[in-house]
């Protein structure tokens, strides 16, 4: 059935699953593994209190700021994408979805610039526990939006497709599900390793 | 208020937390208040993500949990770690 602009997209069935079972078992081990370097973080703080007050006056708090803009847009902008879909708007959604490939690459070129201001001031994961936990939690998150940006460009193909309609677009909903879910763990990094003092 | 800009108004709530937490790590002297208005405000942004981006509002109740849960522990572990660090260290040491 061909929906048009004008006719108020389905409600989604409350109680449902987004997108599939499948990405939801990812998400949820991405989650633990997030929760579990957490873990590990807050642990270190409780042994080293001074070297996890004095770290972050090393980072660019500038540069975490914009990652977090670009983390928060880009979830924003796959909101705007699910929802373009189920108003049948393919070319709209298409658009959204450019703009969280633009957010991400933003959000990659950022933190390569980070990475090289960071060592140019000597700032490197051994010297001391708080930026190897730095380092070992930012490489992860950004080894997850690189996985997401695979899984974002598998989606713009499908949507340019027309593999997605406002009745099925259930791969679409995974990938932003996943999306939200890396967005999440930036949340928590940002104010954890760049904010609090 | 229509779903499309409930979606525009949280993500410029989102990006001015953003700011707002950004300025006040850089300006204002750490303690524990500054930790609570943090760890807050990291619990809000999560909610707001889980419940709206992520439309797990009305969505299954055991994801919905799960995600809630998150940043409820996590901002609650942040502050406790700042009142009781020492005896977790000590917990914690081999």
Same mark, same amino acid.
């Given at each position: 059935m061909l929906l048009t602009a004008d006719v108020p997209p389905p409600e989604p069935v409350a109680g449902r699953i987004p997108g599939n079972k499948g990405i939801w078992a990812g998400i949820l081990s991405e989650m633990t593994e997030f929760a579990l370097l957490f873990g590990v973080y807050f642990v270190a703080r409780a042994h080293y209190p001074e070297v996890f007050r004095e $770290?972050?006056?090393?980072?660019?708090t500038l540069a975490g700021t914009l990652n977090t803009v670009m983390m928060i847009s880009g979830s924003y902008f796959v909101a705007k994408a699910v929802h373009a879909i189920r108003q049948n708007r393919q070319q709209a959604c298409l658009r959204w979805l450019l703009l969280v490939l633009l957010a991400a690459s933003g959000y990659l070129l950022i933190k390569a610039l980070e990475f090289r201001w960071n060592l140019s001031q000597g700032?490197? $994961? $051994?010297?001391n526990l708080f930026f190897t936990v730095y380092y070992y939690l930012t490489f992860t998150h950004m080894v997850h939006v690189v996985w997401g940006m695979m899984g974002l460009m598998w989606v713009m193909v499908r949507t340019r497709s027309g593999a997605y309609s406002p009745a099925d677009h259930d791969g679409l909903e995974a990938f932003a599900s996943y999306w939200h879910a890396t967005d999440l763990a930036w949340l928590v990094i940002f104010p954890l390793l760049y904010v609090l003092h | 208020m229509t779903h499309e800009k409930l979606l525009d108004r949280l993500w410029l709530l989102l990006v001015a937390l953003t700011l707002g937490g950004a300025w006040i790590g850089e300006a204002v002297e750490p303690g524990l208040a500054v930790t609570l208005i943090i760890s807050l405000t990291m619990a809000f942004k999560g909610r707001i993500v889980v419940d709206h981006f992520m439309e797990l509002k009305t969505a299954n109740r055991m994801l919905r949990n799960l995600m809630r849960g998150f940043f409820y522990v996590l901002p609650a572990v942040n502050v406790l770690t700042i009142l009781f660090g020492d005896w977790l260290a000590r917990l914690t040491t081999l």
């Open positions: $770290g972050p006056a090393r980072l660019s700032v490197t $994961g $051994g010297m | -």
